[in-house]
């Protein structure tokens, strides 16, 4: 039977990458997805941004909205301080079986907690369920047109603190436009846009950093 994307890029990392070796692991999954076939991984250019971003925010609880095959949720977790948690939310269960076993193969599966469903059922039941007091950091790369109302949702449900980092990638291509008017116009948000490329092409995207003032 014929095999799915995602399956084909976790071989890629069986095959190219060293167990334990999270940097092994994300390189693998670029090479094999610039040179063999494309997929929706935040990439290595826009990955940098990223990587940067988390360093500075250094945050000990993320939330991550959208793992796929898990690419930015290694990218992520190898740069967080021991006892930091990151939560990944992903609602296709096919993905969410690959992204466990690149997880296990980074050795970072202790470091991760990945979560199936949709962001508007799992945000209200973050506190109860998941014993998370607030996010330093969240990672937004899901559905486009989910970023506006899960903010939205976040703040409502006291997930966010005066602080607190949004990092939403795709935010030209395929473009998330209200979410952009939303947190560039908001008093309620400090927003700076990272221009970069969709992941493995000459397209232009990037990646909005908005810090919630409370
Ligand atoms: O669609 C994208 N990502 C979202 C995938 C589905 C997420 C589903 N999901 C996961 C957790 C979760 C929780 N609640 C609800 C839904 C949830 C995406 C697309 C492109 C892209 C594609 C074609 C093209 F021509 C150009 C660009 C590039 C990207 O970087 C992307 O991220
Ligand atoms: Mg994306």
Known sequence: ??????????????RNATRGDPRSVVRAIDQYCRNQEWAMNVGDEKGCILDSVVSEVNPATVLELGTYCGYSTVRIASLLPPHAKLITLEFNPEFAVIARQVFAWAGLEDKIQLVEG?????????????????????????????????????????????????????????????????????PRYESQYFKSHL?????????EKSVFLG
């Open 1 to 14: 039977t014929q095999s799915t994307r995602p399956q084909r890029i976790l071989g890629a990392v069986q």
């Open 118 to 186: 949709a962001s508007g059922d799992l945000i209200p039941k973050m506190k109860e369920q998941f014993g998370v007091e607030t996010f330093d950091l969240v990672f937004l790369d899901h559905w486009k047109d989910r970023y506006l109302p899960d903010t939205k949702l976040m703040e409502e449900c006291g997930l966010l603190r005066k602080g607190s980092v949004l990092l939403a990638d795709n935010v030209i291509c395929p473009g998330a436009p209200e979410y952009l008017e939303f947190v560039r116009s908001s």
């Open 199 to 207: 992941e493995y092409t000459k397209v232009e995207d990037g990646l």
